[in-house]
């Protein structure tokens, strides 16, 4: 039963192509997160949706879409690829933006590979 | 000044010793602090959480809070070679946000 998932694992693309990322979490979560990782570890927030409603949206390119069709789902669309794309992207869920625990689940993430 | 920094690694011990890691952070108001683990090639995963002042233990880790200080840090002891990997802090910010620091890679010499 894995919590939260992501496809693809890996996506290797073009340049100036366009690709989405799909993320389903099982946990009953209100929460949803995208976050990329560059090569340097660095883990940086780009989106939180918290019922469908986005409540983050960091300084990210606006080549990168997010769409909640429903809590359980959070997707991440991008066009017109760049080089400076190529990261690990995680898909994290949490039971709600305030949960003092802080705890949130993160997917397997998303390498993304741009030629 | 970065919102959430941590020790620059690598960090070498050898099994069995005690592994120290260190977190500042720049919110004043910050009021939860955590650890994840993040093994090569794999997710994040939260392994110690600490809200007050002073030290939590579970098992062979310690977090230790110093909010005047705006300190966090992370023990191990009897540090084994399954211990190897990135710990991230991070810290929940009075704005409801949370940031992740950049990490410090810990590797554990048998």
């Known amino acids: 039963d894995t919590a939260v998932s992501q496809t693809p694992k890996y996506l290797v693309t073009q340049m100036g192509n366009d690709k989405s990322i799909k993320c389903e979490q099982n946990?009953?979560?209100?929460?949803m997160y995208w976050y990329k990782q560059d090569s340097k570890k660095f883990l940086k927030i780009m989106f939180s949706?918290?019922?469908?409603?986005?409540?983050i949206n960091e300084t990210v390119p606006n080549r990168f879409s997010p769409k909640s069709p429903d809590k359980a789902h959070l997707n991440l669309h991008i066009n017109s690829l760049e080089l400076g794309d190529s990261a690990v992207y995680f898909c994290?869920?949490?039971?709600?933006?305030?949960?003092?625990?802080?705890?949130?689940?993160f997917g397997p993430g998303t390498r993304l590979t741009v030629l | 000044q970065k919102e959430v920094e941590q020790n620059s690694g690598p960090l070498s011990v050898p099994e069995g010793a005690i592994a120290s890691l260190n977190c500042t952070y720049s919110?004043?108001?910050?009021?939860?602090f955590f650890w994840y683990r993040q093994y090569s090639g794999k997710s994040p995963e939260l392994i110690m959480f600490?809200?007050?002042?002073g030290d939590k233990e579970d098992g062979r880790f310690t977090a230790q809070l110093n909010k005047a200080s705006q300190y966090v840090s992370l023990l191990i002891r009897d540090s084994q070679p399954s211990d190897s990997a990135t710990y991230l802090c991070a810290v929940k910010t009075s704005y409801d946000k949370v940031i992740f620091g950049p990490g410090t890679s810990l590797s554990v010499i048998p």
């Open positions: 919110d004043r108001g910050s009021q939860s």
């Open positions: 600490i809200y007050s002042n």
């Open positions: 949706y918290n019922n469908k409603e986005l409540i």
């Open positions: 994290a869920s949490s039971q709600t933006p305030w949960d003092s625990r802080g705890e949130q689940f």
């Open positions: 946990l009953g979560h209100d929460t």
